[in-house]
């Protein structure tokens, strides 16, 4: 966390000798590089990257890193406790919104169109998946703290739209091609992972209220999505433990529905 406390008194200084010291072209000439994030060469050696005499443009760049920054401390987060949870949550979110703020400074203030990996629509992908990982980090701590079904139901249903979200901007043929292929697989897994849990979390409650049609519809549908998740995410992400736990739930379901209960199994 030293670099992020060095990173953010360098934006202010940044900022404090804007209006004193006018860097431009024509004025104080101090050029400021920066190199694409996302490019697959060395840094050194051919990575593609664009240099401009602007102190706006060193912000963003500056903004950038401080975004990237607060994923890897958040990252680096014990997510087994309650503490742990909380900070990769508040670190998630941090990130998402300074993508958000640089999004919104780097067609107000500079000149020009800046690499890719500066785009608005980098920047707005890059926000809203900060954004998933950080309702994620709530989904563990809900389940963690063992509350109620309702509620984890519901934060993992807000998990998965996020996340859906996510994976159709990650989609956009601009940025398709920039990312790893594991980033995507992960991303478009997760959307259907946690939408299998808030079925899932439905279908316990339902268990418990003696509604039985209905809870076996919530478990084929929270199989189903679990499945659709291990196809998405490949090697990279795979439900295997949850997804043997839903089917176990879902035959035996089934199994007390038919020689017990005989209710008609609900649809959606």
Partial sequence: ESGLEALLKYYDQLAAMESKLPISESDIRLKFTWHDSFSKKALFSGAAKQSLYSNAFERVNVLYNVAALYTQIAKGQNFENDEGLKAACKY???AA????QVKDLVYVQLTKIPLPDLSSETLYALSAIML???QESLYHKATLDQMKNPICAKVAAQTGDLYGDAARLVAEPSLAKRWEKDFVAIVTAKQSYFLGMAEFHQGLECTKDAKHGES?????????YLNEAAKKGETFFQ??????????ELSQAEKDNNVIYSRSEERF
């Fill in 97 to 100: 919104g300074i993508f958000q």
């Fill in 216 to 224: 076996i519809a919530r478990f084929r549908l929270a199989y189903g």
């Fill in 239 to 248: 439900p295997g433990d949850v997804l043997n736990r839903v089917g176990r």
């Fill in 132 to 134: 998933a990982q950080a």
């Fill in 92 to 94: 998630f979110q941090s």
